[in-house]
């Protein structure tokens, strides 16, 4: 078969941006970017409110605040929407001791104090200990970059309110060597939060908000396709029809994701599980098996224990 230009094997999509970026074999410029859209990728299966809002956030240059249970690929979008853009990933994945201003840089005085003791030269220049962050480093690229920050609600509530100005005009200022840094190129900033904490007002203001709301059924299998490409038809449908069901259950205090859903087929295609021993959940009369990957803890199992002897005993 013959591939018009820009015709790229892995997408198994044409689109202008394939062909544009062959003919201009470099990376994309500050207005490209604001050009660019995202089309999905094969690997990672989106939703057209998901495409809307990450091509939104584009067109705005604003953040893209991206919310939903754990598990739904909050994370994952980012590293498709940078390689869907041909655009380099940082990552800056938020802990709850991470500090604001370490994403901007740090000084390092103990390598200082080491050095003035060793007698190195390098001391007598402050500017030789300071380590850049993940933001520097992604506005000094000389390319665009996509620049996740990861779980945002794990920081202290100051995190968010700390990083208003660098996210919104770009740059900031260095005291130690009087230096005020500007991104040559805005990032393309993706930020996720599991709802741990609630963000500042002024923060969201200029962010572009997205939920990424729980998979349906037919989503739900279109992401297992992509996995699993080769899982047998019947063995999914009873898979899904367990899965839905366990979700579904009143009072379960942690409902299994997607991320758990493809661990338990995993699980259930290394033990070679015939779809026929999930069938007996449709009448709650069986604890699906392999069950670990799904409940994550007693209360949920013991719940299920209860339904599933009830059920059999009404029968
Ligand atoms: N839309 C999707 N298409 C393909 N795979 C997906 C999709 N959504 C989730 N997954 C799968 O689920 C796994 C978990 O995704 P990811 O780590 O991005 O979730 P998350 O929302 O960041 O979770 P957490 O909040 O716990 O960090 C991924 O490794 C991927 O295999
Ligand atoms: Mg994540």
Same mark, same amino acid.
């Given at each position: 078969?013959? +591939?018009?230009?820009?015709?790229? *094997? ?21 207005? @490209? ?14 939703? &057209? ?13 604003? =953040? ?8 739904? /690929? ?24 991470? +500090?604001? @201003? ?7 005085? #103990? ?12 001391? @007598? ?20 970059? #996509? ?5 945002? &609600? ?7 309110? &700390? ?49 990424? *709301? ?11 396709? #992509? ?9 999914? *449908? ?41 069938? /007996? ?6 604890? =699906? ?27």
């Amino acid at each position: 078969m013959i +591939k018009p230009p820009g015709f790229d *094997k892995v997408e198994h999509r044409y689109t202008w941006l394939h062909a544009f970026r062959r003919r201009q074999k470099r990376r994309p410029t500050r207005l @490209q970017v604001s050009l660019m859209r995202f089309e999905g990728s094969s690997t990672y299966v989106t939703t &057209d409110d998901l495409r809307l809002a990450v091509n939104a956030a584009i067109t705005l240059q604003r =953040p893209l605040l991206i919310k939903g249970e754990p598990g739904t /690929g909050k994370t994952m979008l980012a590293e498709e929407v940078a390689r869907a853009v041909g655009m380099p990933l940082l990552q800056w994945h938020i802990k709850s001791t991470t +500090k604001a @201003q370490q994403g901007l840089y740090e000084y390092d005085a #103990v390598s200082r104090l080491r050095d003035s003791q060793l007698g190195d030269q390098r001391v @007598q220049d402050i500017a030789n200990y300071i380590v850049k962050g993940v933001l520097w480093q992604a506005f000094e690229s000389p390319v665009p970059m #996509v620049l996740l920050i990861d779980e945002i &609600d794990k920081a202290d509530i100051e995190f968010p309110n &700390d990083l208003l100005r660098e996210l919104d005009r770009m740059e900031f200022y260095v005291y130690e060597t009087h230096e005020l840094i500007r991104a040559r190129h805005r990032p393309l900033v993706v930020i996720t939060s599991n709802n741990e904490k609630e963000l500042p007002d002024a923060f969201l203001r200029r962010c572009f908000f997205h939920y990424i *709301k729980f998979p349906d059924r037919d989503t739900m299998s279109q992401i297992v396709d #992509v996995h699993y490409p080769q899982l047998k038809r019947d063995l999914l *449908k009873e898979a899904l029809d367990s899965f839905y069901q366990v979700r579904e259950l009143p009072g379960l205090k942690k409902k299994p994701s997607t991320s758990e859903l493809l661990d338990w087929l995993k699980l259930l295609l290394a033990e070679d599980i015939p779809p026929e021993a999930l069938r /007996g959940t449709d009448h709650k009369s069986v604890i =699906p098996p392999l069950h670990g990957a799904l409940l994550k803890n007693e209360q949920d199992v013991h719940l299920f224990e209860r339904l599933a002897y009830m059920a059999r005993h009404n029968r």
